[in-house]
């Protein structure tokens, strides 16, 4: 399976970028996503997650509330749209995914046990 993340960028504090991340090779209806990010100097951290079954979701906490994750099986594509970003939201995001994950997984921890598909990441920088 191969993942391809799109839609990062350059925004102004306070802007909203919306993050998508198509799947080919296989079809992701059979697949919890994950999307990750990383800063500079910091270590990779998980934003959201969206399991396969139920569509449970998971934030990160500071995220929470401006990001929404989302899935279209149809088009074989998944959704980070991202509100209200500030500096700290500027990293690069990955969109990964994973046959694993119970939906009561993915609703308390999110996809903190490891995803094996990851894809190339895309920049967003958020800047005045």
């Known amino acids: 399976v191969q993942l391809q993340a799109s839609g990062g960028g350059l925004v102004q504090p306070g802007g909203s970028l919306r993050l998508s991340c198509t799947v080919s090779?296989?079809?992701?209806?059979?697949?919890?996503i994950g999307w990750f990010r990383q800063a500079p100097g910091k270590e990779r951290e998980g934003v959201s997650c969206?399991?396969?079954?139920?569509?449970?979701?998971f934030y990160k906490a500071s995220v929470r509330g401006r990001f929404t994750i989302s899935r279209d099986n149809t088009k074989n594509t998944a959704y980070l749209q991202m509100n209200r970003l500030t500096p700290e939201d500027t990293a690069v995001y990955f969109c990964?995914?994973?046959?694993?994950?119970?939906?009561?997984?993915?609703?308390?921890?999110?996809?903190?046990?490891?995803?094996?598909?990851w894809g190339k990441g895309t920049q967003v920088t958020v800047s005045s």
């Open positions: 969206i399991s396969r079954v139920r569509g449970s979701t």
């Open positions: 090779g296989d079809t992701l209806e059979d697949y919890t």
């Open positions: 990964t995914v994973d046959r694993g994950y119970a939906d009561s997984v993915v609703a308390q921890v999110g996809c903190a046990y490891g995803m094996k598909h």
